[in-house]
């Protein structure tokens, strides 16, 4: 049998569970590869720490220097697990001119820099892959480039972020509002104490410029993504929602047609009986829709210790049977430049929520400014009211987002409109 030795960068919840998902089907996965995985190094920032560590085998040495790895010949794989951006940059960079191939977890990096590396590790025939970057343990990176290569990627949309999806899936469950269920995923450890990067929306932006990267050929990054959170979401918008048959989830869109790619993070009204509608929990999915295939769906956990170390290890796995056959950095990519589509130009009906005067002719006074920027209405409902103020709800069709937002400056400045609540997407797939 032959045999391979490979380092990992890191070993925290994900690096723990490559450590332990290789224990557990060593057998298993040697079996398939002819070749046994060792373990020789890991790079630390703190060993007191690590040393005490169960479940680490004796024969794995820690280090808290790169260059052990760098420098070991014998190490031919290195998997990078750490999560910063630039360290990782410079790592990765340097463990292809030496020769050796990468596996990453790093979103954050990949998002940003995914083709330059991607193009460097094919200069050194060695491979680059990153399938747990975007969904934990969902096997969704892959096919992008090679189970769905034969379609013209359409569109991808999906819910790519476990600790927004939790918060809303209890908000809709419970009737919660937004700050207890925040409170309650931070005590389970769904959301860290910095809840920031999730609920803005970044995390899940990050990702879906990787898959679009990948899908539609096209250099992308992060910064091409428009971004929205969850953070205006109310327990009304909710009940609303589920009034009208909709459930609202943060999703992560990507669409390319012929004027061009759009990149969207935003909360949306989605259909109740659509599958994403059913992801509850801390749970992802990702509807993929090819001018081949039609619509395809993946779901799974999205995070995790095991299943986001399944995705590292599969890459691993990959990368060995590269190896074995002498083929590593062989698969070229093609890429484009992408033309984004104006996000002023991007159409879809939305769902509008206001506090007015409760007094005559108000109605007719934000129809009309709907009405000069040739925005239909599909329906309007007077709420909750008291003598003085009432709430209504107004359902758009499809609409620029540019005409959508300078209508609500003209709405937000009529003397009888108190506030805009919100102004939340209706995604029709």
Same mark, same amino acid.
């Given at each position: 049998?032959?045999?391979?030795?490979i380092?990992?960068?890191?070993?925290?919840?994900?690096?723990?569970?490559?450590?332990?998902?290789?224990?557990?089907?060593?057998?298993?996965?040697?079996? @398939?590869?002819d070749?046994?995985?060792?373990?020789?190094?890991?790079?630390?920032?703190?060993? +007191?720490?690590?040393?005490?560590?169960?479940? =680490?085998?004796?024969?794995?040495?820690?280090? !808290?220097?790169?260059?052990?790895?760098?420098?070991?010949?014998?190490?031919?794989i290195?998997?990078?697990?750490?999560?910063?951006? $630039?360290?990782?940059?410079?790592?990765?960079?340097?463990?292809?001119?030496?020769?050796?191939?990468?596996? *990453?977890?790093?979103? $954050?990096?990949?998002?940003?820099?995914?083709?330059?590396?991607?193009?460097?590790?094919?200069?050194?025939?060695?491979?680059? @892959?990153?399938?747990?970057?975007?969904?934990?343990?969902?096997?969704?990176?892959?096919?992008?480039?090679?189970? =769905?290569?034969?379609?013209?990627?359409?569109?991808i949309?999906g819910?790519?972020?476990? !600790?927004?999806?939790?918060? &809303?899936?209890?908000m809709?469950?419970?009737?919660? *509002?937004?700050?207890?269920?925040?409170?309650?995923? @931070?005590?389970?450890?769904?959301?860290?104490?910095?809840? !920031? +990067?999730?609920?803005?929306?970044? $995390?899940?932006?990050?990702?879906?410029?990787?898959?679009?990267?990948?899908?539609?050929?096209?250099?992308? !990054?992060?910064?091409?993504?428009?971004?929205? #959170?969850?953070?205006?979401?109310?327990?009304?918008?909710?009940?609303?929602?589920?009034?009208? #048959?909709?459930?609202?989830k943060?999703?992560?869109?990507?669409?390319?047609?012929? $004027?061009?790619?759009?990149?969207?993070?935003?909360?949306?009204?989605?259909?109740?009986?659509?599958? &994403?509608?059913?992801?509850?929990?801390? /749970?992802?999915?990702?509807?993929?829709r090819?001018?081949?295939?039609?619509?395809?769906?993946?779901?799974?956990?999205?995070? #995790?210790?095991?299943?986001?170390?399944?995705?590292?290890?599969?890459?691993?796995?990959?990368?060995?049977?590269?190896?074995?056959?002498?083929?590593t950095?062989?698969?070229?990519?093609?890429?484009?430049?992408?033309?984004?589509?104006?996000?002023?130009?991007?159409?879809?009906? /939305?769902?509008?929520r206001?506090?007015?005067? +409760?007094?005559?002719?108000?109605?007719?006074?934000? *129809?009309?400014?709907?009405?000069?920027?040739?925005?239909?209405?599909?329906?309007?409902?007077?709420?909750?009211?008291?003598?003085?103020?009432?709430?209504?709800?107004? =359902?758009?069709?499809?609409?620029?987002? #540019? =005409?959508?937002?300078?209508?609500?400056?003209?709405?937000?400045?009529? *003397?009888?409109?108190?506030?805009?609540?919100?102004?939340?997407?209706?995604?029709?797939?």
């Open positions: 049998m032959k045999s391979v030795s380092a990992l960068l890191g070993c925290g919840t994900v690096g723990k569970g490559v450590v332990d998902l290789l224990t557990m089907n060593g057998p298993l996965i040697e079996e @398939q590869l070749t046994k995985i060792n373990i020789k190094r890991i790079l630390i920032r703190d060993l +007191n720490k690590y040393e005490k560590m169960e479940g =680490l085998p004796d024969s794995i040495r820690l280090t !808290t220097d790169f260059s052990d790895i760098i420098n070991d010949d014998d190490i031919e290195v998997v990078e697990v750490m999560g910063s951006a $630039d360290f990782a940059k410079d790592c990765i960079e340097q463990c292809f001119r030496r020769g050796k191939s990468v596996i *990453s977890a790093n979103k $954050d990096l990949i998002a940003d820099y995914g083709i330059p590396l991607l193009t460097l590790s094919y200069e050194h025939d060695v491979d680059f @892959q990153f399938e747990a970057s975007v969904a934990g343990g969902i096997p969704i990176v892959r096919p992008m480039y090679s189970s =769905l290569n034969s379609n013209r990627i359409e569109e949309i819910i790519m972020n476990g !600790t927004t999806n939790f918060i &809303l899936s209890n809709t469950a419970h009737g919660s *509002s937004y700050e207890e269920v925040l409170k309650e995923a @931070q005590e389970k450890g769904y959301a860290e104490a910095d809840p !920031t +990067n999730d609920v803005s929306g970044y $995390d899940a932006a990050r990702k879906i410029a990787i898959l679009a990267t990948l899908g539609f050929h096209s250099a992308v !990054t992060f910064d091409d993504v428009a971004v929205e #959170g969850i953070q205006n979401i109310s327990k009304e918008d909710i009940e609303h929602a589920t009034e009208m #048959g909709y459930v609202i943060l999703l992560a869109i990507a669409r390319q047609a012929d $004027d061009g790619i759009s990149l969207n993070v935003h909360p949306a009204f989605i259909r109740e009986d659509h599958p &994403l509608a059913h992801v509850d929990g801390a /749970y992802n999915a990702v509807c993929v090819g001018n081949g295939v039609g619509n395809v769906m993946f779901y799974g956990p999205g995070a #995790g210790s095991l299943p986001t170390a399944s995705a590292v290890v599969s890459d691993v796995m990959n990368v060995i049977l590269h190896r074995n056959l002498k083929m950095g062989k698969r070229g990519y093609v890429w484009h430049e992408a033309k984004l589509k104006p996000q002023a130009e991007i159409c879809s009906p /939305y769902y509008l206001m506090i007015v005067n +409760n007094a005559p002719g108000v109605l007719s006074s934000v *129809s009309k400014v709907l009405a000069e920027h040739n925005i239909s209405i599909r329906s309007l409902i007077q709420k909750d009211e008291t003598t003085e103020i009432a709430e209504i709800v107004i =359902l758009i069709d499809k609409s620029a987002d #540019g =005409l959508v937002q300078a209508s609500l400056q003209k709405i937000e400045e009529l *003397s009888c409109v108190r506030k805009i609540e919100n102004a939340i997407r209706v995604i029709e797939v």
